[in-house]
């Protein structure tokens, strides 16, 4: 398990690993995230060993998609469907706000 990292010689693939790990541990899917992490990692070990930090990099940030959605479920999943479109509703006025200015 990637508790913690060892630097390797690409710094934006140790950064990346670093962030997600880190948003997964604070919003409490760290056992989901390393879950989905390792059954990427069996579905493209050719491709890593093959291509090597090149195709890490490429998979840890397409697992950022997912990870957002665990983040997102994990948010959400105390709220109401009246709270959950209030926060909608009020991100939506915000872009609104942003585009007239």
């Known amino acids: 398990m990637i508790d913690k990292p060892t630097r390797i010689g ?3 693939l140790y950064n990346v690993r670093v962030l997600n790990m880190s948003v997964a541990r604070y919003y409490g899917v760290q056992k989901e995230y390393v879950e989905l992490l390792t059954k990427a ?3 493209h070990k050719h491709e890593l060993e093959k291509e090597g930090e090149k195709a890490e990099l490429k998979l840890y940030n397409s697992l950022k998609y997912d990870l957002n ?3 997102l479920k994990q948010i959400t999943k ?3 469907k009246e709270e959950l479109l209030d926060i909608i509703n009020s991100h939506t006025n915000i872009l609104e706000q942003k585009n007239e200015i």
């Open 10 to 12: 690409n710094s934006e």
């Open 41 to 43: 990692r069996n579905k």
């Open 69 to 71: 959605l665990l983040v």
């Open 78 to 80: 105390d709220k109401t």
